[in-house]
Structures are given as C-alpha cells and as structure tokens.
C-alpha cells in the first residue's frame, strides 16, 4: 500500500491504525494526511463516511488506488492543505472523528523538498500540529475526538502546551518506544469550557496569558476579536467576574472601558483592546502634544468615574491598565480591568492618577518627552480637588500639564 514519493506507513501509523475501530464506529471521519490512504481505509471499515485529505496530488492517487484494491466505497479523497478545502465550502463538514497522523520531525536544510513535506512538521517539528490547533475546533462536533500522532523528537512538552492553550484535554492512548525516540498516541476531546464557548458563539478560542484573578483568553465572535476572561476557580475573588460585568455594562455607556459583550457564570467577553500599556506608548513617541491628549483623555475618564462615584482602583499604578492605541493617528485609550471597581461617596481616581503622574519614574519620562508637571504644585492641586472635586479644580490639575519651556 505504498507508492513512489508517498510516504510509506511506519510505526507512528500501525500505533493509530489499531485504535481506529474504538472510535469510528458509524461516525463521520476525516484523515488528515492519509498519504497510502492506509488509516482512511481502516476506518472505512466502520465510519459512515471518510474523508481523506492529503496535500499532495502523487499520495491522492496513491490512495484511490489502494482503496479501489480494499473496495472501500465511503471514501471522499480531496485535495487540501490541512483543512483548506473545508474553509471555502459553503456548508461546512463538521466531524465526529479526526485522525491525524502528521509529518512531526524538526525540518533539515539539506531535506529535498518533496521529502520534507512527508516527515517535517517545521523547523522545530511542531509547527504543523500548531497550525492544526488554530483551526481544528471548528471542523470538530462538540463530542468528538481527534487521534493524534507525534514523537518525543517533537518537543512532547511543547504539543502538550499547543494542547493546552487551544483549550482541549489530551489523553495518552498507547505509545511505542523506538531505537531513537518514542511515539505517542492522543485522543483529544474539547474541554467543557471549549464547548460552552462555542456554543455561545465563541470562534478560535486560544489561550492569551494570566492574571491574577483568572486566565485571559483570545477569541472570535462575530467578525470581532474578542476577550474572554475566566475565573479561577479556586480563586477568593470568586465575584470578580460578575462585578467587572456590572461595571462596565455602566461605564461604556460613557465611553469608558471595554465594549462589554456578554458573561456566563464562569466567565466574561469583552473586546479585545490592541494597543501598548500607557507606559510603552509615551516611550515610543517622541510627540509631547499626543501624549498630552493621552493624559488628558484618562484624566477625563477618571474625572466621570468620580462623577458617578466609582472607584475603579489601582489607579496610582495604572501601568498595565491603561492601553493606548493609535488610530488613523489619532489616540484611543482605553481603561481595563474593573474586578474592583465599586462604589463609594469618595472616589479618588482623579487623584490617584495625579500620585502616579508625579512618582519619580513618571515626572523623569515625561520630561524627556517634553512634558513638565511640578511636583509641589500638582500634589497641591490633586488636594484642593480631593476636598471639593469641582470642575473648576479638575480643570487646575489639567493645566499643570505642560510643555516643557
């Protein structure tokens, strides 16, 4: 079941193809790569329908082949790269059961062309499987199962971590100690969190990074990128989510903080906001009069939350809270972060700003950025606004934002 230029079933495909029967059992079922067509044609056996793909036109005639040989009459060949040609149908194919034997060696410079594509998965041989994950959720029935073939000379850490981030759960089947390395079986699910997602509409979902309340991930949702922020669930602060939907449901209507979409019981979507931390953004720009804008637009925000008496905190070190971006040249800012925000009769976000702005890190950058604010005169400033928070007195602390002589 071999052919000239395909690649030939090794150890890695006799580790999957003796799983098949467990899983494809009257399911709908595409092989990805199927080369000889040899795992396609196992699966046939029992599947209702396989699809089976290959980038390569010698191994698509390979494998009609070898399936009009074993009377395999459920197969659909096609010619895609990974799932290029599911992207352009019109309906597209969703499946119970993907089997996924991919080239997984770390590519060689000296490798002919036509042999790197049927045993190098990248530069570092998990390129492939990464390129995978980014679109595999979406070709997959919320139930079904992916069997998933590499080596440890793939950086098994590494797939476990693409895994991981792409919100599925890995479970190790079977695995085949060789010579010079070990082959490893998956089956993967999509965790529950995945699955709740996708079922409100949630696409591409991958995690982002950390915090200190919840994990952040990146997602879809339509035609927008979105954040999805989900709690830990051994976290004290288990109401943080709640109370950052509560807040910013109120603040967007004032422009401030990021467009809120929806929440669930475990976690929140809200827009992903693209841009640098404020801190970034002044040292990347050399134009007093833009970062004087970007000021005066959080001095604002801070200025309504004040007025509707909420406190959002962490204001005195807004550094990773204040997001900047520039649009057609023009600044958009945006405040992120409100888990503890709260109400309260003496709301200090003005002047919280005004301490960071004055810190000795801050008074050095902005002055080499040609912005001067005195010390002295602005704390006074920030006190006579703390006792009677006017708009007169706002507006003092603002003119004590200026370019330097």
């Not at 879809?220 to 999805?228: A, P, T, W």
């Not at 841009?275 to 050399?286: A, L, N, Q, R, V």
């Not at 801070?302 to 962490?314: A, F, G, H, S, V």
Request: overall charge positive.
């Amino acid at each position: 079941m071999s052919g000239i230029d395909v690649y030939e079933p090794k150890e890695d495909s006799f580790l999957i193809l003796k799983h098949i029967k467990n899983f494809a059992e009257n399911k709908t079922v595409l092989d990805l790569g199927t080369g000889t067509g040899i795992l396609a044609i196992e699966a046939a056996k029992y599947a209702k329908k396989v699809y089976a793909v290959d980038i390569s036109k010698k191994a698509l005639a390979v494998a009609k082949q070898n399936a009009k040989k074993a009377n395999a009459k459920n197969i659909m060949f096609l010619r895609s790269d990974l799932f290029s040609a599911f992207k352009q149908a019109k309906r597209k194919p969703r499946f119970d059961l993907i089997l996924f034997n991919p080239p997984y060696l770390p590519a060689q410079p000296s490798e002919p062309k036509e042999l790197a594509l049927q045993i190098a998965g990248g530069k570092h041989g998990y390129e492939l499987i990464e390129r995978f994950f980014r679109d595999v959720s979406f070709f997959l029935n919320p139930d079904g199962v992916i069997l998933l073939v590499f080596s440890t000379l793939t950086k098994k850490h590494k797939v476990d971590k693409i895994i991981e981030e792409h919100c599925f759960i890995a479970e190790e089947l079977d695995r085949q100690k060789l010579f010079f390395e070990t082959i490893f079986l998956y089956k993967i699910i999509k965790s529950r969190f995945l699955k709740d997602a996708e079922k409100h509409g949630l696409k591409q979902v991958i995690y982002f990074t950390k915090g200190k309340r919840g994990w952040i991930y990146k997602a879809n949702y339509r035609g927008k990128q979105v954040c999805i922020k989900r709690k830990i669930p051994q976290s004290a602060a288990l109401k943080t989510i709640e109370n950052e939907a509560r807040y910013l449901k109120l603040l967007n209507r004032y422009g401030i903080g990021p467009r809120f979409y929806f929440k669930t019981k475990n976690y929140l979507v809200i827009e992903f906001v693209d841009g640098k931390p404020i801190e970034e953004f002044i040292k990347s720009t050399d134009d007093a009069e833009l970062i004087k804008k970007v000021l005066f637009t959080v001095f604002k925000k801070c200025r309504k939350m004040d007025q509707l008496k909420i406190n959002k905190e962490e204001m005195h070190h807004p550094r990773k809270h204040i997001i900047v971006e520039l649009r057609k040249k023009k600044p958009i800012v945006t405040l992120i972060d409100f888990e503890r925000a709260h109400k309260t009769q003496k709301p200090k976000n003005v002047t919280q700003f005004c301490q960071y702005l004055i810190s000795t890190k801050m008074i050095g950058l902005l002055e080499e950025k040609g912005i001067f604010i005195d010390k002295g005169v602005m704390l006074h400033k920030a006190r006579e606004y703390k006792h009677n928070p006017t708009k007169k007195n706002f507006e003092q602390i603002l003119k004590e934002i200026r370019f330097s002589p």
